[in-house]
């Protein structure tokens, strides 16, 4: 019975990790290029709580990290030249946070005092030989399609995007930023377009995600209900025997 107790206590702390990974993807529902999540599950094959050699052993819920869909979101629009959004799942643009690049689809971008294209947290937005940098006093800033980036009728830039064949690598790191922590390189990100004075919606569908809270919570209530069964019937057991002696 303890392995009943055990297997449901297992399943409490991934639903518990549910409910935090759901709640969170609410509160980022209007966040700019935000990815819904999900928790991946798996089955861990534990010791009994007995040593029972002729029973195999307990199957118990794992935790088996966090999974992402990267599917485009809606395009926004917001008339403002600096806003950019990419069309095309997978790809991102690419910026530079200290001596690494990271990648992120949240093209907000603005300008320094310097003169640099820069993200709202004030990271650097990477082109093709490296950070972008425009003379405000030339006017607005026209972004084509492929992301080359014009100003006063002259090619000054282009955005740098980055493709990744299994975004599987990606990790995420606040701000709206992934990181690639393996050794697999960008690929090109033909066909991806860029749209000016757009931006790309969360993919969050917050109907769904209320609904899973819903269903998280009542799971989690039938798992604390069969381990407070259990208990029950370990103390009657316990109680008939103490009379049986």
Do not use: C, H
């Amino acid at each position: 019975m303890e392995n009943a107790a055990y297997i449901g206590l297992s399943r409490q702390m991934t639903l518990r990790r549910e409910l935090d990974i759901a709640a969170n993807n609410i509160a980022n529902a209007d966040t700019t290029g935000f990815k819904v999540e999900q928790l991946l599950l798996g089955a861990e094959v534990g010791n009994r709580a007995r040593n029972d050699a002729i029973r195999p052993g307990a199957s118990f819920v794992l935790d088996n990290g966090v999974g992402r869909d990267f599917s485009q979101g809606t395009l926004e629009q917001t008339g403002r030249s600096l806003d950019f959004a990419i069309e095309g799942e997978g790809v991102f643009f690419r910026v530079q946070d200290g001596g690494a690049e990271a990648y992120t689809r949240d093209g907000a971008f603005t300008i320094d005092p310097e003169g640099t294209l820069v993200t709202k947290s004030g990271l650097p937005v990477l082109g093709e030989g490296g950070p972008i940098t425009v003379d405000p006093a030339r006017g607005a800033l026209t972004v084509a399609d492929d992301g080359t980036i014009s100003q006063d009728g002259a090619v000054i830039g282009q955005l740098g995007l980055a493709r990744f064949a299994d975004l599987g690598v990606l990790s995420k790191d606040g701000d709206g930023l992934y990181r690639n922590g393996s050794n697999a390189a960008p690929i090109d990100a033909a066909g991806a377009q860029v749209r000016q004075g757009m931006l790309e919606g969360s993919n969050v569908n917050a109907l769904i995600e209320i609904t899973n809270l819903i269903e998280i919570s009542r799971a989690y209530e039938r798992a604390t209900k069969m381990i407070e069964n259990v208990q029950e019937l370990s103390r009657r057991s316990v109680e008939r025997l103490g009379r049986s002696s």
